[in-house]
């Protein structure tokens, strides 16, 4: 299946949450000076105008970056994340673009790393390519990013951010995104995964991430957003990041954008709640 397009939901609260969580992730790993690889799934088109057809269809941005885009008061966590927006947005005076997670790590790259990013949608792909040219420090792969992320790993660098990042389109996905996880994990156990999830029907996300916590594997982090409570009802309801081997002060870095996030960000019909749990530990 290849329905899905990122461009309907970028700039929603999800995003939000996992581009400041990202970003920061990337900063911390970059205090020390030796290289990275980073590695994208599901990596999209890049960057997204929030004027065309999928941003306009859903308008999902509004309550997401749209709530942050005018704010001056915000901390430093997410500060950085609305700079890079706002420099994606350089050459216009209102939010007229979103920056997709390949660009935001582009902005962030130092001449020793490096991006190896996957896309399957073939117009995505091109997209993708398109936007990053022939730049040296970045690879653009048409295909299977599950397949691609167990053949990168491990790295030259020995050092490397995984973002996964999947549509979860299909009901397999979820046990294949855990089972895919956990042979990286085995392949390059030093690596920073960042696992996207949406919740839907929790059951269904709860399971995959049981599997992940049962796998044996220490350092598990849980940073998760709900805009509404649980509903049997279509739709989000929560979007989080399942994070393994986070690095150093990104859970007291992720409570501080949670708790100003909450309140901007909660469904202005029902409360919403989030959490930062170590689900499992050293």
Same mark, same amino acid.
């Given at each position: 299946?290849?329905?899905?397009?990122?461009?309907?939901?970028?700039?929603?609260?999800?995003?939000?949450?996992? %581009?400041? $969580? *990202?970003?920061?992730?990337?900063?911390?790993?970059?205090?020390?000076? +030796?290289?990275? $690889?980073?590695?994208?799934?599901?990596?999209?088109?890049? #960057?997204?105008?929030?004027?065309?057809?999928?941003?306009?269809?859903?308008?999902?941005?509004?309550?997401?970056?749209?709530?942050?885009?005018?704010?001056?008061?915000?901390?430093?966590?997410?500060?950085?994340?609305?700079?890079?927006?706002?420099?994606?947005?350089?050459? %216009?005076?209102?939010?007229?673009?979103?920056?997709?997670?390949?660009?935001?790590?582009?902005?962030?790259?130092?001449?020793?790393? &490096?991006?190896?990013?996957?896309?399957?949608?073939?117009?995505?792909?091109?997209?993708?390519?398109?936007?990053?040219? +022939?730049?040296?420090?970045? +690879?653009?792969?048409?295909?299977?990013?599950? %397949?691609?992320? *167990?053949?990168?790993?491990?790295?030259?660098?020995?050092?490397?951010?995984?973002?996964?990042?999947?549509?979860?389109?299909?009901?397999?996905?979820?046990?294949?995104?855990?089972?895919?996880?956990? +042979?990286?994990? &085995?392949?390059?156990?030093? #690596?920073?995964?960042?696992?996207?999830?949406? $919740?839907? %029907?929790?059951?269904?996300?709860?399971?995959?991430?049981?599997?992940?916590?049962?796998?044996?594997?220490?350092?598990?982090?849980?940073?998760?957003?709900?805009?509404?409570?649980?509903?049997?009802?279509?739709?989000?309801?929560?979007?989080? *990041?399942?994070?393994?081997?986070?690095?150093?002060?990104?859970?007291?870095?992720?409570?501080?954008?949670?708790?100003? *996030?909450?309140?901007?960000?909660?469904?202005?019909?029902?409360?919403?709640?989030? &959490?930062? $749990?170590?689900?499992?530990?050293?």
């Amino acid at each position: 299946m290849l329905s899905y397009r990122h461009g309907y939901h970028a700039g929603n609260y999800a995003d939000v949450l996992k %581009h400041a $969580v *990202l970003l920061q992730a990337l900063t911390l790993l970059q205090k020390k000076d +030796k290289g990275l $690889v980073y590695i994208d799934t599901h990596a999209g088109a890049g #960057g997204y105008s929030l004027s065309d057809e999928f941003s306009e269809k859903t308008g999902e941005f509004r309550d997401g970056i749209g709530r942050l885009w005018q704010r001056d008061d915000l901390p430093e966590s997410l500060q950085l994340y609305l700079e890079n927006v706002r420099h994606f947005n350089e050459s %216009h005076d209102e939010l007229g673009f979103y920056p997709g997670s390949p660009a935001l790590v582009d902005m962030n790259l130092r001449p020793q790393d &490096r991006m190896l990013i996957h896309e399957l949608h073939p117009s995505d792909q091109q997209l993708l390519t398109e936007y990053f040219g +022939k730049d040296p420090q970045v +690879k653009c792969i048409e295909g299977d990013g599950l %397949h691609g992320l *167990l053949a990168a790993v491990p790295p030259k660098e020995r050092r490397g951010l995984v973002l996964i990042d999947p549509s979860y389109e299909i009901k397999s996905d979820y046990e294949l995104v855990a089972e895919t996880l956990i +042979k990286a994990y &085995r392949k390059f156990a030093t #690596g920073v995964y960042m696992l996207w999830y949406p $919740v839907v %029907h929790r059951q269904q996300t709860e399971a995959m991430l049981s599997r992940l916590k049962e796998s044996g594997i220490r350092r598990q982090l849980r940073i998760e957003q709900a805009i509404k409570p649980d509903s049997e009802e279509f739709g989000m309801t929560a979007a989080g *990041l399942w994070i393994i081997n986070p690095p150093w002060q990104l859970d007291e870095i992720a409570k501080e954008m949670l708790a100003t *996030l909450q309140p901007l960000l909660a469904s202005d019909a029902e409360p919403g709640s989030y &959490r930062v $749990v170590w689900e499992v530990g050293e």
